[in-house]
């Protein structure tokens, strides 16, 4: 049976290509978030690797997004979204050494610990063009202006998470030198113009914090499952899922950036008003939209109105009718009827074009993986399989231009 199409077909292809997105490479991901962090410290909640990289892909965001505010330079966001998933690609390969001792290492055998990546990770990211451009970045220091943001922002999310261990029990063994350490190394990023801001002032902090409880916020709260993904650790995946599928469907520039972004954050009004679980959105008449109008409210009194415009535009963009075809003409949103339509006319950087639908299937994907993994490891509810079941009758003959999405879903059946 050959694969449907997701609504209208953007060009015919009778055998639809598989996508180079792997089922292994997102299992690996979702190891992340069975990657407990501080685990020799005394936690008043638990931390994990997908969370901390999540949190720290925002913060990295809000820098980059003052640094070009303040300085009038224009950040390279692909390069940016790259670079951050080097980082964290090899942080999982990596993660059984303690940071003091990986840095350590880092300074001696950087080469060789990027080697070791690489054949860890050939199987999985080889077929990418990006894959020699990640040896040579994990392989040598690197000092661009893209590099030193996701520096400051991985030591302010270690900040930001051993500040809450520090105030639990300030007299642990080694707790106040290693408050002094990250302190101090954060202390050496304050040439960029978002550290700064952060450290003084405190409608900056809270809105790091703001997006830091989305840790705390799981998915799937009804029912035990392994891992306890997060809302915030679940919007990562998105956002990367979105940009490896981007690569494929032939999407531009400017999209695979807004792919990356409208994962990453389409789901922040539900710091504001918590995860409404779809039966019920589904099931009262017109609660989807007065949910809607409650979720837009909340955002334009508590994030809107403490950050630059900048920032704004970006929040509006990516957060309201998050899943809507959408592209822009000279700053002015407009809606596209199709996916076939934005990739016809709009599939240019000019248009900061978003494919809604795409984006939409990239959040079931990560939804399906949640169910599918933790079913595999023995944890299972008559909710996850039916929630499995949905998503994968949905969307596994998916094809979009002439790329067989279906087939990742496949790939976990």
Not at 60 to 86: M, P, Q, S, V
Not at 208 to 220: A, N
Not at 349 to 363: I, M, N, Q, R, T
């Amino acid at each position: 049976m050959a694969p449907q199409k997701l609504k209208e077909p953007i060009k015919e292809s009778k055998e639809p290509i598989k996508p180079r997105l792997k089922s292994s490479l997102l299992r690996r991901l979702f190891v992340a978030a069975s990657i407990r962090r501080w685990n020799d410290q005394a936690c008043p909640v638990e931390f994990v690797e997908l969370d901390k990289q999540a949190h720290k892909m925002v913060i990295a965001y809000l820098f980059a997004r003052y640094e070009e505010l303040a300085r009038g330079i224009t950040i390279d966001w692909e390069e940016l979204i790259k670079n951050f998933c080097f980082e964290f690609f090899a942080r999982v390969v990596l993660t059984d050494i303690k940071p003091p001792v990986f840095h350590e290492l880092q300074k001696h055998h950087q080469a060789e610990l990027a080697h070791f990546v690489m054949s860890m990770l050939k199987d999985e990211l080889g077929d990418y063009e990006f894959f020699e451009a990640m040896g040579a970045y994990l392989s040598t220091p690197q000092n661009t202006l893209e590099a030193q943001i996701l520096r400051a922002a991985h030591y302010y999310a270690s900040k930001w998470e051993f500040d809450i261990i520090y105030h639990f029990n300030p007299y642990m063994y080694d707790v106040g030198h290693i408050k002094k350490t990250i302190d101090n190394t954060l202390e050496e990023h304050y040439h960029l113009y978002g550290v700064q801001k952060i450290v003084m002032f405190q409608n900056v902090r809270e809105l790091v914090t703001m997006f830091g409880q989305l840790r705390f916020q799981k998915r799937w709260s009804q029912t035990p499952r392994v891992p306890a993904t997060s809302v915030l650790g679940h919007t990562l995946c998105v956002a990367i899922s979105a940009y490896l599928l981007s690569l494929d469907i032939g999407a531009c520039r400017q999209m695979r950036i807004n792919h990356f972004l409208g994962g990453l954050f389409h789901d922040l009004p539900e710091i504001l008003t918590r995860d409404i679980i779809s039966p019920i959105k589904r099931s009262v008449v017109g609660l989807d939209e007065h949910i809607k109008e409650i979720e837009e409210r909340a955002v334009n009194t508590k994030i809107l109105s403490i950050v630059p415009p900048n920032i704004a535009d970006d929040i509006v963009y990516f957060t309201q009718n998050e899943f809507s075809n959408r592209y822009k003409v000279e700053c002015f949103t407009q809606i596209a009827i199709s996916g076939a339509e934005l990739m016809k006319t709009y599939n240019a950087d000019v248009y900061s074009p978003v494919y809604g639908e795409f984006l939409k299937v990239c959040d079931h994907l990560s939804a399906f993986l949640e169910a599918r993994i933790s079913i595999t490891h023995g944890i299972s509810s008559s909710e996850l399989i039916k929630g499995a079941e949905d998503i994968f009758n949905k969307c596994n003959l998916i094809s979009i231009n002439g790329i067989d999405i279906g087939a990742v879903f496949r790939d976990f059946s």
